[in-house]
């Protein structure tokens, strides 16, 4: 069993920055307590996950961005459609209805900015370059309504029955259609000819 792993230097950055980021945050949202990554890993018949954050009566799902051109600032509404199911998801399965997206802005640690300026700048440049293209993706010294930004979720049991609905679809689907077409295959080629 074989599973694609999705990579990315925006990811790699989110996940070396998460706890952080989490701390950050937790500093100035009231909601979430002095919290830290939540390890507790839920799970029921349709769906599982590790929220983030897990306070008395909110989910939270933080979300690093990758610099301030990706930062949604400006945004009145959740950028990605997909993280408000993600926290629904989060929301059912920690028996809480309140739940938050919150993106963070997060200085990129030093390493990934050396990386970043040696694709960029060359593999010849001065400190003084190195210093300009490193400010960009610093962001220490920003105030906080700079580099917070929340989305609350609404609770919605129609969405999560909706998510049940379709985990019981995916399901069936794998039963009638890709077992049977795997079963198939494996007549069709077996293991080997050799006695």
């Keep these: 069993q074989r599973r694609v792993e999705f990579t990315s230097k925006q990811t790699d950055k989110g996940?070396?920055?998460?706890?952080?980021?989490i701390i950050y945050a937790s500093g100035h949202i009231p909601e979430m307590g002095l919290s830290s990554k939540n390890e507790r890993h839920l799970t029921n018949e349709?769906?599982?996950?590790?929220?983030?954050?897990?306070?008395?009566?909110?989910?939270?799902?933080?979300?690093?961005?990758?610099?301030?051109?990706t930062f949604p600032l400006y945004e009145s509404e959740l950028p990605e459609s997909d993280y408000d199911?993600?926290?629904?998801?989060?929301?059912?399965?920690?028996?809480?209805?309140?739940?938050?997206?919150?993106?963070?802005?997060?200085?990129?640690?030093?390493?990934?900015?050396?990386?970043?300026?040696?694709?960029?700048?060359?593999?010849e440049?001065?400190?003084?370059?190195?210093?300009?293209?490193?400010?960009?993706?610093?962001?220490d010294d920003l105030p906080a309504y700079?580099?917070?930004?929340?989305?609350?979720?609404?609770?919605?049991?129609?969405?999560?029955?909706?998510?049940?609905?379709?985990?019981?679809?995916?399901?069936d689907y794998i039963q009638n259609i890709i077992l049977p077409a795997l079963e198939s295959?494996?007549?069709k080629y077996p293991e080997s000819y050799v006695e």
């Design 146 to 171: 700079l580099r917070i930004k929340e989305f609350d979720i609404e609770y919605s049991e129609e969405k999560i029955e909706a998510i049940k609905r379709r985990v019981l679809e995916c399901r």
């Design 85 to 123: 199911w993600q926290v629904l998801g989060y929301m059912a399965l920690s028996e809480r209805q309140r739940g938050r997206v919150v993106y963070v802005l997060m200085s990129m640690p030093e390493e990934m900015i050396l990386k970043e300026s040696r694709w960029k700048l060359g593999q």
């Design 15 to 21: 996940n070396l920055v998460e706890e952080d980021a």
């Design 125 to 139: 440049y001065t400190q003084a370059e190195y210093e300009k293209f490193a400010a960009q993706f610093r962001y």
């Design 185 to 187: 295959n494996a007549k």
């Design 46 to 69: 349709w769906m599982h996950g590790t929220p983030d954050v897990l306070a008395d009566e909110w989910v939270f799902d933080t979300k690093a961005s990758w610099s301030h051109d």
